[in-house]
């Protein structure tokens, strides 16, 4: 049984260029969150995603960034025009549903390099 | 706002004492669970602790929680040079973590 699978492991854009993060959760699982990390930081929330649908996107900056989980195929970080700010490690967890006992099951992330 | 609050930042000890780091939350609970990071890594989850239970065990780990001043506390007895790594706890009912406390266990 497959974890989370993140791609790519590493990605390094210019500025100005789009960036598109990868994430499949665990099989069964159709909770998708997203984090951002910076050098000796906490993880800080997104955005909580079911299938198909946004349930919270309050972590979210406003623009260029945007997310997505499609009924096929892996959940989407996207953000456009990507400045050096956006540096960070993103990672993916997913959960099979929201009770209160469920654990998140993490991904190794993605680390985003902004030349 | 981030909720869970760890505290201390960071935390040094020798292999073999015990390390204890505290956890404060703002909002009501369902539970409240601990993970762990290791450098560069995504978190793996250490043990969940419900709202109406006061004290939970797994291995070496000893969790305890007091609702009445919204906090908990993750023991690690025995420390090894393995247990280097961050800790952070999260509130079921919203999933924002911390900032995490940085143990660092010297052999």
């Known amino acids: 049984n497959a974890g989370v699978m993140q791609n790519p492991r590493h990605l390094v854009r210019r500025r100005g260029q789009e960036a598109r993060l990868r994430c499949s959760p665990m099989?069964?699982?159709?909770?998708v969150y997203w984090y951002r990390q910076l050098p000796e930081e906490g993880l800080k929330f997104m955005v909580y995603?079911?299938?198909?649908?946004?349930?919270?996107e309050s972590g979210m900056p406003k623009e260029r960034f945007s997310a997505e989980f499609p009924k096929e195929g892996p959940s989407i970080l996207r953000i456009q025009q990507v400045v050096r700010g956006d540096s960070a490690a993103y990672f993916c967890?997913?959960?099979?549903?929201?009770?209160?006992?469920?654990?998140?099951?993490f991904g190794s992330g993605t680390q985003l390099s902004v030349l | 706002s981030q909720q869970g609050e760890e505290d201390p930042q960071a935390l040094s000890i020798q292999e073999g004492e015990n390390a204890t780091m505290n956890c404060s939350y703002k909002t009501s609970i369902n539970n409240l669970q601990w993970y762990r990071q290791n450098s560069g890594r995504g978190l793996v989850h250490l043990i969940l602790i419900r709202s109406n239970e006061r004290e939970k065990h797994s291995g070496r780990l000893r969790v305890t929680l007091d609702t009445s001043k919204k906090s908990s506390s993750l023991l690690i007895t025995a420390s090894r040079a393995a247990d280097t790594a961050s800790y952070f706890c999260v509130n079921n009912n919203d999933m924002r973590f911390g900032a995490g406390t940085r143990l660092t266990v010297k052999p």
């Open positions: 099989k069964g699982h159709s909770h």
């Open positions: 995603l079911q299938k198909e649908n946004i349930i919270d």
């Open positions: 967890a997913s959960s099979r549903w929201t009770v209160p006992d469920e654990k998140l099951f």
